[in-house]
């Protein structure tokens, strides 16, 4: 054997091969635009699960594949914003403004550095009052809907993610409503799937109530690592239960990916050839390609009438029947 060979044989060669080749073929790629807007809310209300990481960097990955992509920060943690190197200290005109002044996004959307064609409407702490505020408002769940499509009659957009808080809150319920498509990501962790079950039966109930148009079409699995039996348990069990919406692409644990917004940057273009960076390219890539689902939503198992929060009990809704979840189970 000769020592070229030996030394393409190592694990280290074969990772740099790999790499090599997935670069080449993301670099060979052309994304096809959407012939209309597609709106995702990015949404699971565990907390810390990838939601913004995962907002910044598929809204990157497609700005920087020629699309025109609009971020909405729809938490008062502002991460969003902080990783596109967007102003959002409290005196800036934000997304609270436009959720309870009636200030159109025009007038608040800021142009981020790092892409041509990436704008984001920034939250400021002032929304943390916004749950409450809302309560009294005419509408309340359909504010940013109403806004968001003034917007984009004026502007028009091939993307527009909205970046979520960990709840289940009127903001969230916002969002589901200005949205057609849900993205949920998912950790490769324990107790990763708890909860799912009360978010799919929420998504359901906004379906049938405030916004038919809405369906869970992606789930994006986040920090993977591959040398953990549980990270792929969780990659199976994800893919078996719903295989249409789960990508192919993994996002893997990365250190380039947790530090690139301390630099205000997205991973792409912090560290591009970096394997988080490649990942969140194939998850973009992957999304453009599959294009927006059908006008049915997929079937989701539904338990109980979950209570919306922040929605008066006068005007829950019905009881759904017939429905049985077991998704939850063996979770807990
Ligand atoms: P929250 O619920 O608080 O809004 P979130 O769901 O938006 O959280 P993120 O803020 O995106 O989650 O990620 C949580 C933390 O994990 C952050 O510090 C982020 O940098 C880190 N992180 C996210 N994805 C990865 C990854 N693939 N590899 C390593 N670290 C990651
Ligand atoms: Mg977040």
Redesign the pocket.
Known sequence: MSIENRFDETPLAREIADLTRRRVALAEQQLPLPGRTRVFTIA?QK????????TVNLAAALAQAGARVLVIDL?P?G?ASTALGIDHRAETPSVYDVLINDVDMADVIQYSPEFEGLACIPATIHLAGAEIELVSLVAREQRLRGALQHLLSQQPFHYVFIDC??SLGLLTINAFVAAREVLI?IQCEYYALEGLSQLLNNIKLIERHLNPDLAVSTILL??YDSRTNLANQVVNEVREHFPRETLRAL?????R??EA?SYGQSVISYDGNSP?SLSYREAASEIAHRGEPAATAPPQPVEQPAQLPGVPVSTQFAEESGHESSYDEGHN
């Open positions: 699971n907390g810390g699960v990838g939601k913004t990481t995962t938490d943690q991460n808080p960990p990501p986040t920090m996002i893997p644990r990365s250190v990916i947790s917004p988080g």
